[in-house]
């Protein structure tokens, strides 16, 4: 019973660094999203997709790429790091738009 | 715009005393409204969900919320908290019109013994 699985769960890196975030969700669901939470902000959003192939930009898009290959995984790709990217980054999938999104546990991320 | 807000950063409250979580929302279109709980170092739970018919709604743990359109609130409550109901609890709304899911800031629950 995963649900939705985060890897990895923490990460250092140095500025202009590069590195992907993988999601995978074992629910079939369509939709797929990536959010980061900081103090005090609650949860914005990246990127989404609304089904396989398919990816969208959400509030915060601009430092970020996603992907999404096959239905079960989304990928989030930093290309080159900055510290202002430093957060915890959370990725959670919907059956369709209007229900309740399931979460993972989160990736602490923190470029130095 | 939609917005939702979360007016209380924090609430501490001590052991078995009631709390009430409150949740302001803006838009003139259907909505559903959501409460999720989040434990330390966890992602986020869904508690309980309005999607439409009765306006009070009932989640898992014990905590309810109640849909008032006409003051467009969905504010969560619970009669009698517990040490282990500390977490963060964030707000979301999702609108028809929009097609968005937005979430609140976010309110830490401090119960105290």
């Known amino acids: 019973n995963a649900g939705v699985t985060q890897t990895p769960k923490f990460r250092v890196l140095k500025t202009g660094q590069s590195m992907t975030l993988l999601c995978a969700q074992d629910?079939?669901?369509?939709?797929m999203y990536w959010y980061r939470q900081d103090p005090g902000m609650g949860l914005r959003l990246i990127h989404y997709?609304?089904?396989?192939?398919?990816?969208a930009k959400g509030e915060v898009p601009d430092g970020y790429n996603v992907s999404r290959l096959k239905k079960q995984n989304f990928l989030l790709g930093l290309e080159s790091a900055a510290p202002s990217q430093t957060s915890v980054y959370f990725c959670?999938?919907?059956?369709?738009?209007?229900?309740?999104?399931?979460f993972g546990d989160g990736t602490r991320l923190s470029i130095l | 715009a939609q917005s939702v807000t979360q007016l209380d950063s924090q609430v501490p409250v001590f052991e078995e005393a009631p709390v009430e979580l409150r949740c302001n929302y803006s838009?003139?279109?259907?909505?559903?409204l959501f409460w999720y709980v989040q434990y330390p170092n966890q992602g986020l739970q869904l508690l309980l969900k309005?999607?439409?018919?009765?306006?009070l709604v009932k989640g898992i743990n014990g905590f309810e919320a109640e849909f008032n359109k006409s003051q467009t609130s969905f504010h969560l409550r619970k009669p009698s908290v517990h040490i282990s109901d500390t977490a963060e609890y964030f707000c979301?709304?999702?609108?028809?019109?929009?097609?968005?899911?937005?979430f609140g800031t976010g309110t830490r629950l401090k119960v105290l013994a």
């Open positions: 959670a999938s919907s059956k369709i738009q209007n229900q309740p999104q399931h």
């Open positions: 838009s003139s279109v259907s909505v559903y």
């Open positions: 979301a709304v999702f609108t028809s019109g929009t097609y968005k899911y937005i």
């Open positions: 997709s609304v089904g396989e192939g398919t990816t």
């Open positions: 629910m079939n669901h369509e939709y």
């Open positions: 309005y999607l439409s018919g009765s306006t």
